[in-house]
């Protein structure tokens, strides 16, 4: 089946530190998703990437859609301590129905 | 709160006993989808309803899980007989159509299974 490497799989960073994660996959993607899940709670979209090469922001949040529609990427700029928590990807694919297929989250802790 | 909302937050069971988890998507939204997610894990696709229609269940287990989605309520995620191994968090998520809209989720039904 379809799936998504999401990397790196666990961060560590300084407060005020840029933070990037990406997402790749063999499969082409429709849609890009990012999404935050902090604990005890479910994940929250960030941004949705819709064309390949889009580039989209959200405050401090910037995504790209790769332009092979493989992969995606997420940048957080000038990290702060509330950015901690489960970064997802998600990639929409219209094979059979359309849905989701979710990466295994990046684990992002600021060190204040 | 026009999100989505999922209950119980919370929900014990023991070991051959049947849990039901329930999901009413935001308003206006029409499709759900079921997710399980272990600790450590990512999320992992179960289902996907329609109003009275099961579109897709490639990510259901195909004995003792079953989902549905009335006319008329909440989707229920029924789980029978349940064993240790369904101990998990159970999130749903609801979208507007089914093309490539976002889902938008609840904040999950964590299963505990004595």
């Known amino acids: 089946g379809q799936q998504l490497n999401q990397s790196p799989q666990s961060m560590f960073i300084q407060e005020g530190e840029d933070v990037s994660m990406n997402c790749t996959s063999s499969?082409?993607?429709?849609?890009w998703l990012w999404y935050k899940q902090e604990p005890g709670e479910g994940p929250v979209l960030l941004i949705a990437?819709?064309?390949?090469?889009e580039l989209t922001s959200n405050g401090r949040l910037t995504a790209q859609f790769g332009i092979t529609r493989k992969d995606s990427f997420l940048n957080i700029s000038a990290s702060i301590p509330s950015d901690v928590g489960i970064y997802f990807c998600?990639?929409?694919?219209?094979?059979?129905?359309?849905?989701?297929?979710f990466g295994t989250g990046t684990r992002l802790k600021v060190l204040a | 709160n026009a999100g989505v909302m999922q209950n119980p937050r919370h929900l014990v069971r023991r070991r051959g006993q049947e849990a039901r988890l329930r999901c009413s998507p935001m308003?206006?939204?029409?499709?759900v989808y079921w997710y399980r997610q272990l600790p450590e894990e990512g999320l992992k696709f179960m289902v996907y309803?329609?109003?009275?229609?099961?579109?897709?269940e490639s990510g259901m287990p195909k004995e003792r899980f079953s989902a549905e989605f009335p006319k008329e309520g909440p989707s229920i995620l029924r789980i029978q007989q349940v064993v240790r191994g369904d101990s998990a968090a159970y999130f749903c998520a609801s979208s507007p159509e089914t093309t490539n809209q976002p889902q938008h989720f609840g904040d999950g039904t964590r299963l505990s299974i004595l």
């Open positions: 309803l329609q109003k009275e229609n099961i579109i897709d």
């Open positions: 308003k206006g939204h029409s499709h």
């Open positions: 998600a990639g929409g694919t219209t094979s059979g129905t359309y849905k989701y297929i």
């Open positions: 990437l819709y064309k390949a090469g």
């Open positions: 499969s082409i993607f429709n849609t």
